[in-house]
C-alpha cells in the first residue's frame, strides 16, 4: 500500500515548499523589473527620485548578476554528478563524473508505481510523516513533481524509529513510487546530491 500519493503529498510537502527560499533568477528579473517601474512611478519626476531609482537599479541589477554567477557555478558542479536507479536489480548506483563512486540497494515501487525515465534532484527535507499511513521518513529528496516522488529513507513511525518490517523489504519491489534507501545511504543522497542532478531510472 502506498502511503504517499495524490493530494495528501502535495499537503505533506506544501508546507515544506512554502517556507522555502524558491527565488529563481527569472524571479529576480520579474521582481527587479516590477520594482523598477513602481520606483519610476513613485519618483514624481523630481531628480532626487531619479538618482534614488538609478541607484536602486544598479543594486538591483548587481544583485540578479550576482545570483545568476551562482546559479551558473551551481549548474556546473551538478553536472558531476549523475544518478542511475536499476528497478529490477532494486540498485542505486551514484556517478561522479562518470566514475561510479556509490551503489545502494533500495526498494521501488511495486507494479511499476516508479516513474520509468530522465529526472533531475528537486527540492528536500529532513523528514515527513504521513497520518493517514501512520509512517514517516528522513532525508527525502525529490526527484519529480517537486516533492512526489522521492528518494528516502525506509519508514519510520511518528517517533522517527524505523519500522523493522518494511526495513526488511529494501532490494525488492515493496514500495510505494518512491525509492527507499538505508537511513545512512538517504542520508548520504541528501547531505552531497546538489539540485539538478540527473537521475536515470530504467
Known amino acids: 500500500?502506498?502511503?504517499?500519493?495524490?493530494?495528501?503529498?502535495?499537503?505533506?510537502?506544501?508546507?515544506?515548499?512554502?517556507?522555502?527560499?524558491?527565488?529563481?533568477?527569472?524571479?529576480?528579473?520579474?521582481?527587479?523589473?516590477?520594482?523598477?517601474?513602481?520606483?519610476?512611478?513613485?519618483?514624481?519626476?523630481?531628480?532626487q527620485g531619479k538618482e534614488d531609482n538609478q541607484n536602486a537599479e544598479a543594486q538591483q541589477q548587481e544583485s540578479a548578476n550576482r545570483q545568476q554567477e551562482t546559479a551558473n557555478s551551481q549548474e556546473t558542479q551538478q553536472s558531476d554528478y549523475r544518478i542511475d536507479v536499476d528497478v529490477t536489480e532494486q540498485i542505486v548506483r551514484i556517478y561522479y563524473r562518470d566514475s561510479e563512486i556509490k551503489q545502494f540497494t533500495a526498494s521501488t515501487g511495486?507494479?511499476?508505481?516508479?516513474?520509468?525515465?530522465?529526472?533531475?534532484?528537486?527540492?528536500?527535507?529532513?523528514?515527513?510523516?504521513s497520518e493517514k499511513y501512520q509512517q514517516g521518513a528522513k532525508y527525502w529528496v525529490s526527484f519529480k513533481d517537486w516533492g512526489v516522488y522521492l528518494f528516502h529513507s525506509v519508514?519510520?513511525?511518528?517517533?522517527?524509529?524505523?519500522?523493522?518490517?518494511?526495513?526488511?523489504?529494501?532490494?525488492?519491489?515493496?514500495?510505494?513510487?518512491?525509492?527507499?534507501?538505508?537511513v545512512e545511504n538517504a542520508k548520504w543522497i541528501y547531505d552531497n546530491i546538489p539540485q539538478g542532478t540527473k537521475v536515470h531510472i530504467h
Open 110 to 129: 511495486v507494479n511499476n508505481l516508479t516513474p520509468l525515465g530522465d529526472f533531475e534532484i528537486e527540492n528536500r527535507g529532513e523528514w515527513f510523516f
Open 1 to 47: 500500500m502506498s502511503f504517499l500519493g495524490g493530494s495528501e503529498v502535495v499537503s505533506v510537502f506544501s508546507r515544506y515548499n512554502s517556507n522555502q527560499d524558491q527565488t529563481t533568477p527569472q524571479d529576480n528579473q520579474t521582481s527587479y523589473h516590477n520594482q523598477k517601474n513602481g520606483t519610476a512611478e513613485n519618483s514624481g519626476g523630481n531628480n
Open 155 to 182: 519508514p519510520m513511525d511518528k517517533q522517527k524509529k524505523m519500522i523493522a518490517e518494511e526495513a526488511a523489504k529494501l532490494g525488492t519491489s515493496a514500495s510505494h513510487g518512491c525509492i527507499r534507501l538505508e
